[in-house]
């Protein structure tokens, strides 16, 4: 096994078992960006295939289209807002603060904190799917606050301002995406298609009954 993968594979490991002093190792490794962007592009799409994976079982049709939708554009739309949730989170840092915060660092340490993600598939297990999603968002952003408190070497209220601020632009440009039209949206985000789905269909009805 070469070296890269046999490392990245201990940190994967180390970060499963809860182990987030592996981001100290992670920022300070210049040779860890190309193995961070793919986690973070691997855990992304896979939480958007869980969310797939739970529209075909709940009987829904269109598999081919939404499977492009939310496995394909959604993982497209989602790594380029974490990018700019990154980008948020570090002006945000740095405007409460005014001390710099290595940009290649956070990268580095923010692409491993995708990793609960990959759970994504598990969105296929009926009943608690919608649960799932929830649960794998809120565990990555958690993720990604220890990585943004592992690179500012601090903690308290400006990094969780920071880390908050740019969750929240991901969350809410993911939530405009996801409509009854497009289900561009991944993992639970499909959830809201079908929520804004039924009630434009709630609308019509309405109107022209």
């Not at 180390?14 to 987030?20: F, K, N, S």
Request: positive net charge.
């Amino acid at each position: 096994m070469p070296p890269m993968l046999r490392t990245t594979a201990a940190r994967l490991r180390r970060l499963a078992t809860l182990d987030t002093t592996v981001f100290d190792e992670i920022r300070l490794d210049a040779s860890a960006i190309f193995p961070a962007l793919v986690v973070a592009g691997v855990s992304l799409f896979l939480f958007g295939l869980g969310g797939w994976l739970w529209w075909i079982t709940s009987g829904l049709g269109d598999r081919g289209t939404v499977f492009f939708k939310t496995a394909v554009l959604g993982t497209a739309f989602s790594g380029a807002l974490w990018v700019a949730w990154l980008v948020v989170a570090t002006a945000v840092y740095q405007r409460l603060t005014g001390l710099p915060l290595r940009v290649e660092q956070f990268v580095r340490a923010a692409g491993f904190a995708c990793l609960p993600l990959a759970l994504g598939p598990l969105m296929v297990v009926p009943s608690v799917s919608f649960g799932v999603g929830i649960f794998l968002l809120a565990t990555w952003m958690v993720a990604t606050h220890e990585a943004l408190a592992s690179v500012a070497g601090r903690r308290g209220g400006p990094v969780v301002a920071a880390n908050l601020a740019g969750f929240g632009v991901w969350v809410v440009v993911m939530s405009l995406l996801s409509t009854g039209a497009h289900q561009i949206g991944p993992g639970p985000f499909l959830a809201e298609s079908i929520w804004d789905a039924i009630a434009s269909a709630n609308v019509i009805f309405q109107v022209t009954g």
